[in-house]
Structures are given as structure tokens and as C-alpha cells.
């Protein structure tokens, strides 16, 4: 996943760390709201 939005990004990897930071945080949220519907 992480692999993925880096290529897709393309841009400098300051901009590519932080932005995929942010993802994995956003990510992480989702993750735990999907696992408190299935559970």
C-alpha cells in the first residue's frame, strides 16, 4: 500500500514522507473503524 502511493506520488520524498504519513494516520483511523463494524 505504502509502496504504491509512493510511486503514485512521484514528487520530492520530503513531500512523499510526509504525505504517506499523514495516509498511514488517516489509514490507521479507518482500519479501526472497519474493525469495530466487523467486531
Do not use: D, W
Not at 505504502?2 to 504525505?19: I, V
Amino acid at each position: 500500500m505504502q509502496k504504491r502511493r509512493r510511486r503514485e506520488l512521484g514528487g520530492n520524498p520530503e513531500e512523499a514522507s510526509t504525505l504517506t504519513y499523514f495516509q498511514a494516520k488517516i489509514t490507521g483511523c479507518q482500519s479501526m473503524f472497519f474493525f469495530t463494524f466487523i467486531v
